[in-house]
């Protein structure tokens, strides 16, 4: 873990490429650190430096500064800048900050700095964050080391960027919108600083709350899922996302991969470690500032106290889609609402107080709600009608809430009219929304975040032991060196029963003969098809025959395939025909694997079959850390979950056979890195036990 503490609370700070022109970076840099307070010693570094910058002596190096210096932040050309990061090493500086653009982000000799910067960074042991960025703020040390316009106001969260347009703008809303910060980060090109080196600081930070991310790129997938998985047991981490994974964005060829949407990748280790992803900007912020002044729900039971019936309905209606609960009121809790609501009202949830709900209405309202032991959350809700008083309504909410430790989130539907109401409300950190279906999203995100913080992470990948890697590896190994990418069936299916997963005896036949062996040991009826990695859609030019039923059959179905397959594909020599045993229908599903570039196997479970694309029933989760909830969870996520449970009277399949298929398929992709892609479709699956059919394994 990096020592980031000169980043944040430096005893003295030098700014090389100070200035004392007005709108240069190097001056916007120093009178930053002047105006914010900051208590340590600012040193001004230009080579053309006489006398004095902004006040404060100037330097022409930073080897003639008479003191230690802790912090760097430099503002120079592209091209000075490596030499004098080998002065800062000299000098015993330890963490520098490269406002400078010019490096990988525009190619060319600019990649070959970038890296030579990071051989410096290694060579000196400094932490370098940038180049390319805003730079970093701390509003509590207090710390202004960036170029931004304002220094925003003291608060809970934390916000890393990697972009330094975004971090500007954040910034400049915040202040329009009272949202306080603790820490702001630029992260610009990450060339040895990166967002995983930052959060991991910002987990023992008492001053951060909760930690939001806007990242273009993720390095290291291993160690940020290592890092994440610890850090959001200790504080939540809410991440906006851009682009798409590499993954996703590559053609491929198995089921598995052509279900995958572009973002698969980056979906499953995000919930495989614990962060929370937010799809836009203001859904950050909204998550950001609820976690920032609530406590979390224990559990999923919501009350609704509205002044306006359309209102609740609509929250009732997106508290049912995000599978929350719409909370049942006791009979006692009625009663006692019933002395406080008009006859005219509702004192059933959504309660409803009628739009001409004074102050003590509201404030009664909500402390007999949250003394329901079975309300977890509660939702207030208002429209501006004419008899509405904002303020006081404002003041009575601030009031009830103070006898509990549930959190409420208020919905103003309004503009102008809750303003004031809005401010009260925010300082009492009681979070505000516009609308009622903002308010349940964000209930939603809190309580997943009360799981993920009570989840046992465990893998269950350990407890498979009864594997043969030897065997497997002997077969890949082979296909490896025989410049192949990918096994044929005979071999996908002695790969599969070195780990156990259950299939459908398959062997290779080189001769008519072999096969009519083959297919009477292992008993008729029994499928051949033709044996090439290099024949793509084999049933399309005849070279699938299933309910094979006699040897004499098997034989002369050997020599047709082969016959057809010579006929389609001149150029290509098979390695035989593949003799399957046929198997009784089941419920058909696919398991498969995808490999990330970032975070490695990522396993699909859904609906199997020829219907497998366009169905696209299919839920991937990452196979790194994978447990039986997790899996138990990925089932429940497919409709095809609801056939193996029974339905309309059919009796249940195994499920328990499927999600052992699940673990040995994410074990074997673990242990082997050179498995790109895998593909089981169909798996059938039986009242008792399963067995795969078609295994695709391509490395």
Partial sequence: MKDLTGLFNPKSVAVIGASNQEGKIGYIVVDNLKKCGY?????????KADGEILGLKAYKSVLDIPGDVDLVVMSIPARFVNDTLRQCGEKGVTDVITLTAGFKEVGGEGVKLEEEMADIAKEYNMNIQ???????????????????????????IAFVSQSGAMTVAIL????????????????????????IDVIEELADDDETKVILGYLEGISEGDRFLEVMRRVTKQKPVIILKSGSSQAGAKAVSSHTG?????????????????????????????????????????????????NAGGGGVLT????????????????????????????????????????????????????????????????????????????EVGDAIVKAKETSDKPIIVVNMGGPAFEEENVTLRKASIPTTIFPETAVNILQMMERYATIKAEDQQSCLDQITDVDYDAAAKIINKAIDE????????????????????????????????????????????????????ILHKTDIGGVVVNVQTKDEAENT???????????????????????????????????????????????????GIYVNLINDVCFKLGSGINDEVIDDQIDSTKISKLLKGYRGDNPSDIDAVKDTIKRVAKLTMDFPEIKELDINPVFVYEDGCSALDIKITL
């Fill in 39 to 47: 208590p340590g010693e600012i040193y001004p570094v230009n080579t």
């Fill in 130 to 156: 940038g180049p390319n960025c805003l730079g970093s703020l701390d509003t509590y040390t207090p710390l202004n080391a960036s170029f931004a316009q304002e220094m925003p106001e003291a608060g809970n």
């Fill in 172 to 195: 400049d809303w915040s202040l329009s919108e009272g949202i306080g910060f603790s820490k702001v980060v630029s992260l610009g090109n990450k060339v040895d600083v990166s967002e």
């Fill in 258 to 306: 052509s279900l995958a949407g572009n973002d698969f990748a980056f979906d499953a280790a995000f919930e495989n470690c614990g962060v929370m992803r937010a799809r836009s900007m203001q859904d950050l912020f909204d998550y950001g500032l609820a976690f920032s002044k609530s406590e979390l729900p224990k559990g999923k039971n919501i009350a609704v106290v509205t």
């Fill in 316 to 391: 009732a209606d997106k508290i049912e889609e995000l599978g929350l609960e719409l909370a049942e009121l006791s009979d006692e809790t009625k009663d006692k609402l019933k002395e406080v609501i008009p006859d005219e009202g509702s004192v059933n949830n959504p309660v409803d107080v009628l739009g001409d709900a004074p102050p003590e209405r509201y404030e009664k309202t909500l402390e007999i709600i949250l003394q329901e032991p079975e309300i977890d959350s509660v939702i207030i809700m208002a429209c501006p009608t004419a008899s509405y008083k904002a303020g």
């Fill in 483 to 534: 410049g192949r990418n990918a096994l044929i069936g005979s071999e996908a299916y002695q790969v599969a029963k070195a780990y156990n997963i259950s299939a459908a005896p398959i062997v290779l036949a080189t001769s008519a003969q072999e096969a009519a062996d083959a297919a009477e040991e292992m008993g008729f009826p029994v499928v051949l098809k033709i044996a090439s990695d290099k």
């Fill in 558 to 608: 050997y020599n047709e395939i082969i016959r057809k397959a010579k006929e389609a594909h001149p150029d290509i020599t098979p390695d035989g025909v593949e003799v399957q045993k046929m198997m009784p229908s089941g419920h058909e599903v696919l398991v498969g694997m995808l490999r990330d570039a970032q975070f490695g196997p990522i396993i699909g479970f859904g609906m199997g």
